[in-house]
């Protein structure tokens, strides 16, 4: 079974997610909207400090972690958003035949499809040692678009969730809608 689940890298909030292990990297459904002022006080800190605003914000870092039967096989790479999620949905277009995905960070999978396969390529083709995938990530992995598409319907109702919690604090920061700067994916975004 094919899981695409989105995640945050953030401050660590003293607990560590089952679902990612790693303190700091978290599933954006298991984030409380008590947390969440933190969090965006973090990743705003910067853009405040050089007297920008936050309509100059990147999106969250972080991405999707994918899945196969219970098993990590990719998951978000150096550098990488929430708005590399907007990948994942053209991979399931009818039009869509092959592409780097992910570009906000780096290394960046190349996909390919025929037919109803898709085949994303993690190959550090370049030989860079700093363009290598994160280590444990598979060098090819095979999904069918099919399965894509049932794991897509799952992703995007969390992220009309994550969207809809994130766009009842924009008064706080002064912004009609909160998600569209923070996630850059999803609806209306």
Known sequence: ??????????????????????????????????ELPAIIDEHLRPLAEGGQTIEDSCPFLGGLMVVVDGRLKLGPQCCGDLSDIADWFRLAEDTFSEAYICTEGHPCPYVKRQGDALTILCTDEWKDEWEQFAAGTEPELAIQRSELLEAL???????????????????RYGVERLSRILVAVGPGA
Request: glycine share 6%.
């Open 1 to 34: 079974m094919l899981q695409l689940i989105p995640v945050v890298e953030t401050l660590d909030l003293g607990w560590t997610d089952p679902e990612t292990g790693i303190a700091g990297l978290y599933r954006i459904n298991r984030l409380s909207k008590a």
């Open 153 to 171: 319907a799952l992703l995007r109702k969390e992220l009309e969730q994550f969207c809809a919690t994130l766009d009842e604090l924009s008064d």
